[in-house]
């Protein structure tokens, strides 16, 4: 079992920028890939960025390229999803992942999730 906790979401107003955390224990942090997926209310769950075991390769949605930036730290047990730029459609509940086999782009693919951080963008 990994068990995953994010942090960093809040308040910030269009433009700004927030530094999500998400921590792993209970099994080697660098044998998973991780990735970053977001819900908004009435919305299924979607995509946003996937980093492999050893830092690459990095995926990301369209409407995030450019904007938010994923990364890992193996040593600290960390995958970060730095988010500039953002927008009032960014908001959602935002949901890191982990998978031994691939950093994929669906959901259903990932076999362990946080409970996921609030991110608001005001307008």
């Known amino acids: 079992q990994v068990q995953l906790a994010e942090s960093g979401g809040g308040l910030v107003q269009a433009g700004g920028s927030l530094r999500l955390s998400c921590v792993a224990s209970?099994?080697?942090?660098?044998?998973?890939?991780m990735g970053w997926f977001r819900q908004a209310p009435g919305k299924e769950r979607e995509f946003v960025a996937a980093?492999?075991?050893?830092?690459?390769?990095?995926k990301y949605a369209d409407s995030v390229k450019g904007r938010f930036t994923i990364a890992r730290d193996n040593a600290k047990n960390t995958a970060y999803l730095q988010m500039n730029s953002l927008k009032p459609e960014d908001t959602a509940v935002y949901y890191c992942?982990?998978?031994?086999?691939?950093?994929?782009?669906?959901?259903?693919?990932?076999?362990?999730w946080g409970q996921g951080t609030q991110v608001t963008v005001a307008s």
């Open positions: 992942a982990a998978d031994s086999n691939y950093p994929y782009t669906s959901p259903l693919l990932y076999d362990y």
């Open positions: 209970g099994r080697t942090f660098s044998n998973y890939n």
């Open positions: 980093i492999g075991r050893t830092d690459g390769p990095r």
